[in-house]
C-alpha cells in the first residue's frame, strides 16, 4: 500500500514557539494567512519530551513500527549512549487518538505537557473532523530511557 506524501508542514520560525528543548506547545495560527486571504490548512506541530523504561534498541523499531502501523511517517530516529530517543514523525489529524494510544502502548511515558497537547489535539479533531482530519500533525519527540536494570537496581541500592 503507497501512502501518499504531504506537501510540507512548517515548524520552524513559529510565532508561538517556545524555548528551545522546553516542552511548550507549537502551533501556527491560521490568523497570520487569514489576513492575507490565504486559506491554508493549519498544521499542528510540536516538540515534547517524555521518559521510558525500555532499552533504545528496542524502542526504537518498536515505536516506529506502531507510527508506520497508524498511517504516520516517520521522517528522522536515532539514540545517543545516555540513553536519549530522538523521533521525528508526522500523521494526519484523523489519526490522533491511535498515535496516542501507541506511544502509551510502546511504553513512553509522555510528560504533562505532552499529554494535555495530545488531548486538546484529539478533543478539537473529534469536533471539526469534516473540516480538519488530513491535515498533517509534526511531532518531535525526545524520549530519555531509563532501562530496567537501572531502575530496579536503584530502588534495591544495588547501584551507586
Not at 513559529?14 to 493549519?42: E, W, Y
Not at 507510527?67 to 536519549?84: F, P
Not at 491511535?98 to 497537547?117: D, F, N, R
Request: net charge neutral; hydrophobic share 40%; proline share 4%.
Amino acid at each position: 500500500m503507497l501512502q501518499r506524501r504531504p506537501r510540507a508542514v512548517y515548524i520552524q520560525h513559529n510565532l508561538d514557539a517556545g524555548l528551545p528543548g522546553s516542552d511548550k506547545m507549537v502551533r501556527r495560527l491560521s490568523a497570520l494567512n487569514h489576513d492575507k486571504g490565504q486559506n491554508m490548512s493549519t498544521p499542528w506541530a510540536t516538540g515534547m519530551k517524555a521518559t521510558s523504561i525500555e532499552k533504545p534498541a528496542r524502542l526504537v523499531p518498536t515505536l516506529v513500527g506502531a507510527i508506520l502501523g497508524c498511517g504516520g511517517w516517520v521522517l528522522s530516529r536515532g539514540a545517543n549512549d545516555a540513553g536519549t530517543v530522538n523521533i521525528l514523525f508526522e500523521f494526519e489529524r484523523q489519526a490522533c487518538v491511535e498515535i496516542y494510544t501507541v506511544l502509551a502502548a510502546t511504553g513512553v511515558e509522555l510528560s504533562q505537557s505532552g499529554h494535555l497537547w495530545f488531548t486538546e489535539l484529539c478533543q478539537c479533531t473529534r469536533d471539526n473532523r469534516q473540516h480538519c482530519g488530513t491535515e498533517i500533525v509534526s511531532v518531535e519527540l525526545e524520549i530519555q530511557t531509563f532501562p530496567q536494570e537501572i531502575v530496579l537496581g536503584s530502588r534495591t541500592g544495588l547501584v551507586t
